[in-house]
């Protein structure tokens, strides 16, 4: 997992049950000067549920449609 990842994940897992939009995470894991496109922030969610994927396929990022993204409800509370 990259540095990068890591932080996304760590981010989510201290908001648990709370909906970002991709505004939101690029602020608070990017930081508010960074410069790049906002479907970084789908790259990398991609990214973290390719490698933390379980094998029933229901995925621990959940998408919210038309806001963002958020951490599925039974993971925080593990």
């Known amino acids: 997992m990259t540095h ?6 760590l ?3 201290a908001h648990p049950n709370e909906v970002f939009t991709r505004d939101d995470l690029l602020d608070q894991v990017w930081g508010a000067d960074f410069l790049g ?3 970084v922030v789908d790259v990398y969610v991609g990214y973290l549920r390719n490698k ?3 094998a029933n396929g229901d995925p621990l990022i959940k998408t919210v449609r038309g806001v ?3 951490l599925r409800e039974s993971i925080a509370n593990d």
Request: glycine fraction near 6%; proline fraction near 0%.
């Open 37 to 39: 496109q906002q479907n």
């Open 52 to 54: 933390l994927e379980t």
């Open 4 to 9: 990068r990842e890591y932080d996304l994940l």
């Open 68 to 70: 963002g993204y958020k």
């Open 11 to 13: 981010f989510f897992l």
